[in-house]
């Protein structure tokens, strides 16, 4: 999460008026369900690990899994061309 958004949700950005504050709560709402989201995914990954499951498996689930609740898929060669873009 940037610092953008951590500051909105904190409430630094100054709103006070009831439907900002709800807009807030609805935002972080989302980033508790999302954080909570990845910490059973971790917790997975650990509990593979203890099962002795092959580790760079268990470590792939545990990414793709992480990658699908953050709504960002490896698209092959997206990440190059943005990077790319980027570089003067």
Do not use: C
């Not at 709800?22 to 910490?39: D, F, P, S």
């Amino acid at each position: 999460m940037g610092a953008k958004m951590f500051n909105y949700i904190a409430g630094d950005d100054g709103a006070r008026d009831e439907a900002a504050l709800e807009h807030k709560a609805g935002y972080l709402g989302i980033a508790l369900g999302t954080l909570e989201a990845v910490r059973n995914v971790i917790s997975d990954y650990h509990h593979a690990l203890d099962k002795r499951q092959h580790g760079d498996i268990a470590a792939f689930k545990a990414l793709d899994r992480i990658q699908t609740i953050l709504g960002k898929p490896w698209v092959q060669g997206e990440e190059l061309e943005r990077r790319k873009k980027q570089t003067p």
